[in-house]
């Protein structure tokens, strides 16, 4: 009965948003209501620890939110200025395969995005680009998504594992911290081009609705491996050189998305493993666009948002200090022990502001226009509102859920335990799908790192597994789970204007969920034990 309770708040949202097709605005709030009955009427949850778990959810919702309106500011400024018209037309004189420009925006500078910024920011700013290059709205998320895997490991500057397996596990030593990195990208080396497949799996035969036993069709998908290959191993290789050249994980991410970027833009412009004709969802190029904005200038908002980041976020630097020194927050709210507390200055969605604002010059935008874009995404940013405080409540009340009268152990560690306990010989293969668990609940595969890494790490020593090995499924299970994750999908969805098909995106990346998390059991299994 503990199980099934545990479960109600992650049933409710599957059956409001894909098996009722409920839209998110109606379906989060109605999960939240089944949540509040669980915690209040079977966990007993005092109602000052849920009030407390209120404010905690909505002043973490207010961080995302911050990304998102700047996420959104950033596409309706530069849709106005014609920037995206300007890039979307110098994109496709490089190369007009909508494959190729996947694998560049979505995987290439999605991986460094997700190594300077993290926080979802990836989804929403490729979802964007892939719109601007003629995907429709619903493909340009899911694709967004899927290809936000690998780097997720390692997240804006490591913190995945720094601060969530770490935290989690204190004896864990940097060494040991730099070796779990070393062999999480060794499953990657292999289990990573899963992700550039899935891609193109995604568009070839999903989007362009043709049947995977066609002879075209099939052609169309294997003459893209060499490439999707390369991207992979170019990814890999170069995040597994930062960190044996700079003894720290801090940097993965950002040198193998920039590298990636590099490697893929080389490619592209030599025509090397390229393919031969161009394939596109969408047959319709105007050839006659014209724009008066260069590629450098409609490019600037994007170059000068990743020095910001970086500026921002490298220790060696003041800026970090500065931008972080600004909190906003509450400790021990109630007496709970609940404490929230968040750092505006140095949320994505603030650079992305800063950045528009530094280049309304180059941009030919007046203070006053951009302005009136300002006041519109706020009002197009009224009704995600409503659905992102729904869901993070939601979360919060799940992880606050250990404390209450009973003294009984939180909801997401009651569902962990009783999998372990019911499939200790299939423990390999569960274990991934722990991970996923925790990122697709918590929206963050930082903080499914550090609700899961201990269980995991004693799980395995109860079962007489190596523990460091094990900690790899977690962290490769929680970096799959922002495919699925309610919070970054009614982001994303929301930049790309496509409200109301939440459910539909996620049956499209539940698939390629489940084949990685067991395709990353399989080989730790082959490689490690």
């Known amino acids: 009965?503990?199980?099934?309770?545990?479960?109600?708040?992650?049933?409710?949202?599957f059956i409001f948003l894909i098996l009722l097709r409920l839209p998110a605005t109606k379906a989060m709030p109605l999960s939240l209501g089944v949540t509040l009955l669980c915690v209040y009427f079977y966990w007993n949850m005092q109602k000052e620890t849920i009030a407390a778990s209120v404010i905690e959810g909505f002043i973490l919702s207010c961080s995302i939110l911050i990304i998102l309106f700047g996420a959104l500011l950033l596409l309706s400024t530069l849709k106005k200025v014609g920037a995206l018209q300007s890039i979307e037309i110098k994109f496709n004189l490089l190369t007009q395969d909508q494959r190729i420009q996947t694998l560049i925006i979505a995987y290439g500078f999605g991986s460094l995005m997700e190594g300077i910024a993290g926080f979802g920011t990836p989804a929403?700013?490729?979802?964007?680009?892939?719109?601007?290059?003629?995907?429709?709205?619903?493909?340009?998320?899911?694709?967004?998504?899927?290809?936000?895997?690998?780097?997720v490991s390692f997240g804006a500057v490591g913190?995945?594992?720094?601060?969530?397996?770490k935290s989690?596990?204190?004896?864990?030593?940097?060494?040991?911290?730099?070796?779990l990195a070393i062999n999480v990208l060794s499953i990657e080396?292999?289990?990573?081009?899963?992700?550039?497949?899935?891609?193109?799996?995604?568009i070839v035969f999903v989007f362009a609705k043709q049947s995977v036993f066609s002879k075209k069709a099939l052609k169309e998908y294997c003459v893209m491996i060499p490439l999707c290959i390369i991207a992979n191993l170019s990814f890999?290789?170069?995040?597994?050189?930062?960190?044996?050249?700079?003894?720290?994980?801090?940097?993965?991410?950002?040198?193998?998305?920039?590298?990636m970027l590099l490697v893929l833009f080389t490619f592209t412009h030599k025509k090397w493993l390229t393919p031969k004709t161009n394939f596109r969802l969408t047959t319709k190029i105007e050839s006659n666009q014209t724009t008066h904005l260069s590629l450098l200038r409609a490019a600037t908002p994007y170059i000068v948002i990743i020095v910001l980041l970086l500026l921002s976020r490298l220790e060696i630097l003041p800026f970090k200090t500065i931008f972080s020194g600004f909190v906003f927050g509450f400790n021990n709210i109630f007496n709970t022990g609940i404490s929230v507390a968040i750092t505006?200055?140095?949320l994505p969605g603030f650079f992305f502001i800063l950045a528009l604002i530094l280049c309304l010059p180059v941009l030919k935008l007046s203070f006053k226009q951009f302005s009136f874009e300002v006041l519109k995404t706020s009002k197009q940013l009224a009704l995600t509102a409503v659905t992102l405080i729904s869901a993070i409540v939601l979360v919060r009340l799940f992880l606050n859920s250990h404390i209450n009268l009973d003294q009984t152990i939180a909801m997401p560690l009651v569902i962990a335990r009783s999998l372990t306990s019911w499939f200790p010989d299939s423990w390999v293969y569960i274990s991934p799908f722990i991970g996923a668990l925790g990122s697709f609940i918590s929206g963050s595969a930082t903080f499914s790192n550090m609700m899961f890494s201990q269980l995991q790490f004693s799980g395995a020593q109860q079962l007489l597994l190596a523990p460091n090995i094990?900690?790899?499924?977690?962290?490769?299970g929680a970096n799959t789970g922002n495919m699925i994750c309610v919070i970054n999908i009614v982001a994303a969805a929301s930049v790309v204007g496509c409200q109301g098909q939440e459910g539909k995106i996620i049956k499209l990346t539940f698939i390629p969920l489940v084949i990685y998390c067991l395709s990353a059991s399989t080989l730790v299994s082959l490689i490690f034990l």
């Not at 204190?170 to 040991?176: G, H, I, Q, R, V």
């Open 1 to 13: 009965m503990q199980f099934f309770i545990a479960c109600l708040p992650i049933l409710s949202v």
């Open 124 to 151: 929403m700013l490729c979802a964007g680009l892939l719109v601007a290059m003629g995907f429709k709205p619903i493909s340009a998320v899911v694709l967004a998504l899927v290809a936000n895997c690998a780097a």
């Open 159 to 165: 913190t995945p594992l720094m601060l969530g397996v």
């Open 168 to 179: 989690s596990l204190d004896s864990f030593s940097d060494k040991e911290l730099n070796q």
């Open 189 to 202: 080396s292999i289990n990573g081009l899963l992700t550039s497949l899935f891609l193109m799996a995604l």
């Open 236 to 259: 890999v290789g170069a995040a597994y050189l930062s960190i044996i050249l700079f003894k720290t994980i801090e940097f993965s991410s950002i040198f193998g998305g920039l590298f």
């Open 344 to 346: 505006p200055l140095y």
């Open 470 to 476: 094990m900690l790899i499924l977690q962290v490769i």
